[in-house]
Structure formats: structure tokens, C-alpha cells
């Protein structure tokens, strides 16, 4: 079935066919954009990809760490060019005009795109939190061992850490702690620890010293070996820390909500947080816009203006997204409207266009 269309036709096989059309043209724009930046990326580098040849897997690493970021900012342009592109091919060779003479409706068109749209989100999410994180941890934690940098820490028993020196095995050295009283607030002790071990649910500290402060005297004590239940003590982390962005949505909440406890400004875990339950609707709102836009342009045949114009929302709809997070990450706004801005914003300007061509 190409450029004629049977009224016998099956609606699933009208289903697989403009699947596969919409899945065609975005695998065709996708690449052109992937493509494209990547060679710009090869010859920006070209006189230090060929020095050597660790140079050279040294420039595959970051060209493969770039890929994950790369399809997150194109993907929503993408499926928004691909909707365009489909429904302005099935219009010039009016098939569009076949299926809707055979009682389809606009909205049952839209779902098989619709549904690989659902399958290109699923995959730029895994792409963006575990591709990503992945090769983050391959390539970049070995060779960034020794910059775990020293850490302050607020504990729940009114006490501040300072963890030293991290070492990614589990071990610690030159931890200190401060143990204060709020009403009225005065320092109650300092606890140095040469060095400790975490184990399974514990925290194993040797060489331990205290200083009391108490009754305007100050009292010593010495302990060997102390063991402290690990959820006693803040989070400690032993891996090069990875952006909020980069972080899968579960483990995002949780070690947000941890870090919240331990006083610490989570503003922009959870702008990122919401950034990443907005993401997947963005590729939706892209569908929808893109079947306003053919609607209008095709009963004018404008195609290639309907092109143009989605290029241009799509960068404006990057441009506010970026905006926003940005504010929200600085606390001027909320976190969820710093995520959720620019796609309510373009939610209404896609139901505008469907309503105004009564798809």
C-alpha cells in the first residue's frame, strides 16, 4: 500500500502503515540531526583526535557521553518535524484523504503516532538517566578517584559533620563532628575521628576522640573502636556525584528527599525532579502541535511553511524550558512551574491549533 488506499483496507494495516510512515521520517530527521553534530564535533577536534592513539578513544568516549544529551534536545523537534512530515505525505498523495472518506476520524490517524511517540519517550528516558549514568560511572569515576572533595553534613541530632577525606572502598579519614544545643545555643562537643569503615548497616570509627564541653569545663575521652548505625549519620556518598538531571526519577525522590532532611537546598533536585515527569509530555505536545500545524498548512498546501514554523516553535519551546529551570533552579519560582511552563504554555497552543482546524 503506497499512494492508493482500498476501502477494504483494515484499519490495523492503515494503523502499521502510518506508524511505520511516522517512524520513517523520524529515524530520518533524527539521524540527519545526530549526524550532523557529530561531524561538527569531529572536525572541530580533528587536530587532536589523530595525536594519538589514546587521544583518539579519548575523543569516542566523550562523542559517545555526548549522544544521551544530544537526543534529549532533539527528540521533541524531531517527533514534532516527523508528524509534519507524515500527515503532509499522506495529504499530497491523498491518501489522507482516502482514509478520512472511509469514516476515520483525525484522532484515530493520531494514535499510531501517538504510539510510537509513547515508545520514543520510554527510550529517551532510559537514554537520559541510564545510558547516560552508565557511561558516566565506566569512564568517568575511575579516572576521577581521587576528587571526592570534603563534605559538611547536617545530622538529625543537631550535629554537623565534616567527613575529610571519602575513598571510594567505604573508608573515611579525618571526620570530625559538632555537636550543638539550640535553646540557648552553645557547642555541647567535638568528636574527631582519625579514620572509619562503613559496613553493612554500621559504621565502624577507630582512634575516636570527644571533647565535652559541660559546666564551663571541658573533659576528654578516648575510644578505640566505636560503632554507629549507618541511618544515625547523614548520607555519605562515595561516588563522583552525578547531576540531579542524570539521576533515574525513584532514585532522584529519594536521595532528594534525604539530602531535604539533612538541611541541605534541594531547589534544583527538585526542578529536576518535575523536569523529568515533564519530559515525556513534551514529546506528546510536539504530536499534537504537529497535527495542528499539517492540518492548517495542508489545506493550503504550505507543507514546507508548516516545516519552518515547527522549527521555529521548537527552539522556542527548548529556549523557554531553559529559562524557566534556570529561574526555578535560583528559587525564584516554584520547582514544578520552573518544569512545567513551557509545556502547559505550548498545551494550550496545540489545542489551540486542533480546535481552530477541527481535527
Known sequence: MHHQLSGTVPLKIISIYIASEFNRYFLLFLSSFVLMTLVGNFFGNLGDVFSDWLSFLEFLQETALLLPLLLELIIPITVLLATI??????????????????????????????????????????????????????????????????????????????FGNRQQNGRLSSITSFHWQQNPYQLLGRTAIERGEIQKNSWIFQNVQRHI?????????????????????????????????????????????????????????????????????QIFIMVLIGLGLSASYNRRGMAAESLAISCFLGILFWMLNQITTAVGGAGLILPFFASWSANLFFLALALWLLFYNRV
Open 213 to 281: 564541653f559541660q559546666d564551663d569545663s571541658l573533659q576528654l575521652e578516648h575510644v578505640e573502636q566505636w560503632r554507629v548505625e549507618t541511618e544515625k549519620l547523614p548520607t555519605v556518598p562515595f561516588d563522583i556525584p552525578i547531576s540531579p538531571h542524570h539521576k533515574p526519577l525513584l532514585d532522584l525522590y529519594e536521595d532528594t528527599l534525604k539530602l531535604q532532611s539533612e538541611g541541605q537546598d534541594v531547589t534544583r533536585h527538585w526542578v529536576a525532579f518535575f523536569q523529568k515527569t515533564a519530559y515525556p509530555f
Open 85 to 162: 512530515a507524515t500527515f503532509s505525505s499522506l495529504n499530497k498523495n491523498a491518501e489522507l484523504l482516502a482514509m478520512r472518506s472511509s469514516g476515520i476520524g483525525g484522532w484515530r490517524l493520531a494514535f499510531p503516532v501517538l504510539g510510537v511517540s509513547l515508545a520514543i519517550a520510554v527510550f529517551a528516558y532510559l537514554s537520559q538517566n541510564y545510558m547516560y549514568t552508565w557511561m558516566h560511572q565506566t569512564w568517568i569515576k575511575p579516572e576521577n578517584a581521587a576528587r571526592l572533595l570534603p563534605l559538611w553534613k547536617v545530622g538529625e541530632d543537631q550535629s554537623i559533620y565534616y
